[in-house]
């Protein structure tokens, strides 16, 4: 083992009463904690990107916060650039580039197709010399224009038009459905609604404290409940969602949700009632809202507790982040 891993171990260690878990670092310790050490201990932690990560805060942010929109996106209202195409912006934009012109950087793509194998084939003729073949197969005004989009919005979200017009659809088809925002937005002067709110809290049950970021929690004086709601898109149908709940450990979110949204019961709120939503759109773009029952908060509650104070605790008293507990302690049987 590395002697920085060792060191970062064992000030994660020494700080193990702060721990702060979120629903995604309890999915992650359930399935894979061996990425969980290395991302919360080694702090060697991935960026999430992709166009479906993309799509998901673009469409969160026409729904929730629609006044942001200009200020984290921009609809480049072009189609992306060709895979190999791609690779070489993405490998130029890695340098941080200050010029917006593509062609500035020949140097770094002819360097990069080199790395990458791609058009090595074309050769000097009368015609040209290979490279600049190669700068040709690249240096598309598409290209230019998507590169230029990126250098100059390099604090914003660069998305293309299809996937613009598939996220307006999906808000849309949300902001057209009474039950989902009457759950998202404010009725009367009585409710209070917050968006992207940040809350942690470790209640004396638990050996750690849970954290997480609610997508919106909506307090209501005159129902004395406090509604929080998680919006949710899926590339299978509405009927199809229920399975996705276990398989991609959705329940994780209202049972954390509710151990934070109780931590602003108090005062006048003491004895407010939780309610949890999942705000779902499917592939069809229909709308449904799949509240959760007391019965599966109940079961949840237990799981949850299992998850952070036996099976984390477990992994942290052993330092054993090689296999999930279930198979790291033999108790599965075919």
């Known amino acids: ?32 904690p061996a990425t969980y050490y290395k991302h919360y201990v080694l702090e060697e932690k991935e960026q999430l990107t992709g166009k479906h990560f993309d799509e998901g805060s673009l469409l969160h942010c026409m ?24 690779s070489c912006i993405n490998y130029v934009l890695e340098l941080c580039p200050q010029d917006p012109s593509l062609d500035y950087y020949d140097e770094e793509i002819l360097s990069h197709l080199i790395k990458i194998n791609k058009y ?41 038009q299809e996937s613009w017009d598939k996220c307006e659809r999906k808000a849309k088809a949300i902001l057209d459905d009474e039950k989902a925002t009457w759950l998202l ?14 809350l942690n809290h ?22 004395k409940t406090v509604f929080v709601s998680d919006v949710k898109t899926t590339n299978k149908t509405i009927a199809e969602f229920t399975e996705t709940i276990d398989k991609y450990d959705y329940w994780l979110q209202p049972v954390c949700y509710e151990v934070l ?24 773009n229909q709308v449904y809202n799949f509240k959760v029952s007391e019965e ?17 605790s477990w992994h942290i008293e052993h330092r054993d982040f090689d296999l999930p507990y279930q198979f790291a302690n033999n108790f599965v049987v075919l």
């Open 1 to 32: 083992m590395r002697e920085t891993d060792e060191l970062m171990w064992e000030n994660w260690y020494a700080h193990r009463d702060d721990l702060l878990l979120s629903p995604s670092a309890l999915r992650l310790l359930r399935y894979n």
């Open 63 to 86: 729904v929730l916060e629609p006044e942001e929109l200009s200020n984290k996106f921009v609809n480049m209202g072009i189609a992306t650039p060709s895979e190999t195409i791609l």
């Open 120 to 160: 090595q084939s074309l050769k000097d003729t009368k015609d040209g010399t290979g490279n600049s073949k190669r700068l040709k197969k690249i240096l598309t005004e598409n290209a230019q224009e998507y590169f230029k989009l990126h250098v100059e919005n390099a604090d914003k979200t660069i998305v293309d």
């Open 185 to 198: 937005y404010p009725q009367d002067d009585k409710d209070e609604v917050r968006y992207e709110l940040e």
């Open 202 to 223: 470790r209640p004396d049950e638990y050996q750690f404290g849970i954290k997480g970021i609610m997508d919106c929690i909506k307090v209501s004086k005159k129902y």
């Open 261 to 284: 949204a109780k931590s602003l019961m108090r005062g006048p709120a003491f004895d407010y009632d939780f309610v949890f939503h999942f705000i779902v759109v499917d592939k069809n």
């Open 296 to 312: 599966s908060l109940e079961k949840w509650r237990k799981q949850l507790i299992q998850l952070v104070n036996h099976e984390l």
